[in-house]
């Protein structure tokens, strides 16, 4: 016999487990599960015995994480780690910050819509105190592409320093 690769073993795991463990397992959750109240059910689960290499669980991992879909507790869970203080918090895709200080997305929107009411004529004191955006002021100044150095100013950009 020939030597097997790394690869190839897993492939047998996998294989063994979805062809002979899987339907067998199926008949004893159907049987028990009969025995059981219809709310309740038996289930066994397979996830330890096809969990492939660390590599790939990592990087499974990080994308699940990335897209929202656990949490970093939900991952310790599966690698028989402790939880962490706050742990249980979802993430927010692509930024991946917690999900409690996504108010980010939100403030873009109102700015956004800020802009719309203002340029189809609404007084901007209303529309940023209905969106609940806070007034800012403006210096008067020409923006910066327009702006020629002699233009400015002494104190103007001051920083309070």
């Known amino acids: 016999p020939g030597s097997q690769s790394y690869n190839s073993n897993e492939q047998n795991a996998i294989s063994f487990v979805t062809h002979t463990l899987r339907p067998w397992l199926s008949k004893l959750e159907d049987a028990f599960s009969n025995l059981l109240p219809d709310t309740a059910f038996i289930a066994f689960s397979t996830d330890d015995l096809l969990r492939g290499d660390y590599a790939t669980r990592l990087e499974g991992y990080s994308k699940m994480l990335q897209n929202g879909v656990f949490t970093v507790n939900e991952v310790r869970r599966k ?68 702006q020629n150095p002699t233009q400015v100013p002494d104190g103007s950009y001051e920083t309070g320093e």
């Not at 742990?87 to 403030?107: C, H, M, Q, S, Y």
């Not at 004529?121 to 327009?146: M, N, Y």
Request: hydrophobic share 45%; glycine share 8%; no cysteine.
């Open 79 to 146: 690698e028989n780690m402790r939880p962490l203080d706050n742990g249980d918090v979802a993430r927010v895709p692509l930024t991946n910050v917690d999900i409690n200080a996504a108010g980010l997305v939100e403030d873009e929107t109102k700015v956004a819509m800020a802009q719309k009411l203002i340029s189809m004529g609404f007084v901007p004191e209303d529309v940023l105190k209905s969106l609940g955006l806070a007034p800012i002021a403006h210096t008067g100044l020409p923006t910066v592409q327009l």
